[in-house]
């Protein structure tokens, strides 16, 4: 049992002695259970236009402290972003979370990740779905140059047979004329 011990507590020590205590730093910031505007809300409905007007209100009014200010405007980014249809529509919501990530500096992150997470994953499914649709007109297009050149290889087959009788009856009609000739 002694030797059992002796080896716990050299197995103890030698952890102990590798491990290096950390100072104590400010502690992380607890995870956000509330949302800090009614735009937020409107956002994680689905109320994209409603959500826009309110994030750009709160952008805009001057009474907001900085942080309540850059909420908005990584509210008023990810709502352009996931409202995006064009890619100038895109760029302008891109160059928003570009502003306020610049504005934010060093300042802890306390925006709701989710609505950057949300924004991104409609835009992908919108990038999806216009690939699927590109991908079926370009099959639909492929199709159709295919039954085009059936068509064109079936006319081209027409205008030999075509000539080929053609030149038959012009057989016929010189020695119709030369029998005609010889009465």
Not at 73 to 79: D, E, I, P
Not at 139 to 168: M, P, Y
Request: net charge negative; aromatic share 8%; charged share 30%.
């Amino acid at each position: 049992m002694t030797r059992f011990a002796n080896a716990v507590l050299l197995l103890y020590l030698l952890l102990g002695s590798a491990c290096a205590f950390l100072p104590p730093g400010p502690p992380p910031p607890e995870p956000r259970m509330h949302f800090s505007s009614d735009a937020e809300l409107l956002f994680l409905n689905g109320e994209y236009e409603q959500a826009l007007r309110e994030f750009q209100r709160e952008y805009e009014e001057t009474g907001y402290e900085l942080d309540d200010r850059n909420q908005a405007l990584y509210g008023l980014a990810c709502t352009q972003i996931v409202m995006a249809r064009t890619h100038r529509e895109l760029a302008e919501g891109l160059a928003n979370l570009e502003k306020w990530d610049e504005e934010k500096g060093d300042a802890p992150f306390l925006e709701n990740r989710r609505l950057l997470v949300l924004a991104l994953r409609h835009q992908s499914d919108v990038l999806d779905r216009k690939s699927r649709e590109r991908q079926k007109q370009e099959n639909r297009k492929d199709r159709i140059i295919a039954n085009q050149k059936k068509e064109i290889a079936n006319l081209a087959e027409t205008v030999g047979r075509l000539q080929k009788q053609l030149e038959e009856l012009e057989a016929i009609d010189e020695n119709f004329q030369g029998k005609r000739r010889g009465l």
